[in-house]
């Protein structure tokens, strides 16, 4: 008895993941589902009475390229708290497809925390020395990322082909349209959410302005489409009444690709140039009459509003956030002349109370911010600090992604080294060494393009160097009166409270070696 205490008990944790793309090719979520769980379960009950089962953690409909999973956080926050030292899933692919991320986890991260991971149907146990199928892991990780970059286009390829036919594939229909029980990938007229429609362009074409349609939906409880669909309590308001009656889809007219995912590992949404929309006539059933819909087109309500069309030009302009509900601050002229700030939310929505008007003096708030930063740059000794000013040309930290990349580029490498000497000592075919030797290649060249593509686009970004940083910094101390462009280089965002309150925010990463200035933001009360 004494020594069957003494002997380890694995504290096991079962890991299941059901992709969207699993899903959405018709595989039964809850019967997949089903039967991971037992086959894994069936698999650590086999194992003896050393394997305690501690839980079973599910993400269905995850993708595998991405680790940002709720129940896999939920299991590495267990594993961190001591509560389980075991992990097991069906196979490599249910961990993860991203082969950088899963290798991070595989070989270094459940290493260094004592983890034991298994991957059933791959015969790979971390734990087992001699297990050959271990060296083969890498391998297999980079086969899984192949295949979900392969299924990626795949099902974008399938996608532009359905939008070129006019079919609808996106998620959220318009107001007014339903997607058809009978095929999900045509829309037909919802009769409720219709005649809200027809209402904001009968109101448009009799000569109403956007705001008096706003406040006619609002006062009259005519509900919006986050209300009618989500329950959610939203209000009309200016840009949703322009939206509807700028939108083609109500005379029959299908607009997609409109905006596009980064790439299959990176579900950021990016705006796709016009020429790459695709537009369809005559796909569903008009809400709106087209010679209506071309009359209103015409019509000062829809137009687009072009900030350099404005009559006064001033130097916060864009800066001014409202700090309670974040919207936009403007500045418009009083009979007398002087000027005034006021929350564009407050402005547009008054009579349903969302903020207030957070007003008071433009010129004033204008001279105690150019003061301010003078006096600031004044007190800085150039040459003993970096200023580090923010590239607000720079979307992305290039750097990190060329390093990324060069790290995958140095991975696809080491496993091509690793595979030869593999099928030098016979535990690699030559069949095999062939087939996976051509993928890695082949993943090796589309990697080092993507290289170039980001180190051309790294070139052309203005770099953050401090001998530009100086230059900036003695050039405003030089002006009689800052320039709209210096101060958006300079500032991120000026923040104004309900009482009163401002804080500046500049666009600095950090301020080094200040004695007397403490912090980035600027706070005054009026």
């Given at each position: ?270 705006a796709n140039p016009e020429e790459q929309w695709q537009i369809v006539e005559n796909t569903h059933e008009s809400i709106i009459d087209k010679n209506v819909f071309d009359r209103v087109q015409k019509m000062e ?226």
């Amino acid at each position: 008895m004494l020594e069957k205490i003494k002997r380890t008990i694995y504290k096991v944790a079962i890991y299941i993941r059901l992709s969207k793309e699993d899903i959405d090719k018709g595989y039964d979520e809850s019967e997949s589902i089903t039967n991971q769980k037992a086959l894994l379960t069936e698999y650590v009950e086999k194992l003896g009475w050393e394997y305690e089962l501690v839980d079973i953690y599910i993400d269905p409909g995850y993708t595998g390229t991405n680790f940002n999973r709720p129940d896999f956080k939920r299991m590495i926050k267990d594993i961190e708290l001591g509560k389980v030292n075991m992990v097991v899933t069906k196979d490599l692919s249910r961990l993860g497809r991203d082969y950088i991320e899963t290798g991070e986890y595989i070989e270094k991260w459940f290493p260094e925390n004592n983890v034991r991971y298994v991957s059933v149907t791959d015969n790979i146990d971390t734990f087992a020395t001699n297990n050959g199928n271990n060296d083969i892991a890498p391998f297999k990780s980079i086969l899984n990322d192949m295949y979900s970059k392969d299924l990626s286009k795949k099902i974008k390829t399938a996608l532009h082909t359905m939008q070129k036919q006019g079919k609808w594939v996106g998620g959220k229909t318009p107001l007014g349209y339903m997607k058809d029980p009978k095929d999900k990938n045509h829309l037909i007229i919802c009769d409720a959410e219709a005649k809200i429609v027809r209402t904001i362009f009968s109101m448009a074409l009799a000569g109403n302005n956007v705001g008096i349609i706003r406040d006619y939906l609002n006062n009259n409880n005519i509900p919006t489409a986050n209300q009618i669909r989500y329950k959610k309590a939203t209000f009309w308001e200016n840009k949703t009444i322009k939206l509807i009656l700028q939108n083609k889809a109500y005379v029959g007219v299908t607009i997609q690709n409109k905006r596009s995912r980064i790439s299959y590992k990176n579900r950021r949404l990016r705006a796709n140039p016009e020429e790459q929309w695709q537009i369809v006539e005559n796909t569903h059933e008009s809400i709106i009459d087209k010679n209506v819909f071309d009359r209103v087109q015409k019509m000062e309500i829809v137009q687009k509003y072009d900030r350099n069309e404005k009559k006064n030009h001033f130097l916060l302009d864009g800066l001014l956030i409202c700090y309670e509900c974040k919207h936009k601050i403007g500045v418009r002229s009083r009979k007398d002349g002087r000027l005034d700030m006021i929350c564009n939310n407050y402005r547009r929505n008054s009579k349903l109370n969302l903020c207030t008007s957070h007003g008071f003096s433009y010129e004033r708030l204008e001279k105690q911010i150019i003061d301010y930063i003078r006096k600031l740059f004044t007190d800085i000794d150039n040459k003993k600090i970096m200023l580090n000013i923010k590239n607000s040309k720079t979307k992305y930290d290039y750097k990190k992604m060329l390093n990324k990349i060069e790290k995958e580029i140095e991975i696809i490498n080491n496993n091509i080294d690793k595979m030869y000497i593999d099928k030098l000592n016979n535990k690699l075919s030559d069949e095999m060494y062939e087939r996976l030797f051509k993928k890695l290649k082949k993943a090796e060249k589309d990697k080092e393009a993507e290289y170039i593509d980001l180190k051309k686009e790294a070139d052309e970004c203005v770099d953050d160097k401090d001998d530009d940083i100086e230059k900036l910094v003695k050039e405003f101390l030089k002006l009689e009166k800052p320039t709209p462009e210096i101060m958006r280089v300079l500032i991120n965002r000026i923040e104004i409270h309900q009482d009163k309150q401002v804080d500046l925010v500049f666009n600095f990463k950090k301020l080094n070696n200040l004695s007397d200035i403490k912090e980035n933001n600027f706070i005054k009360k009026r």
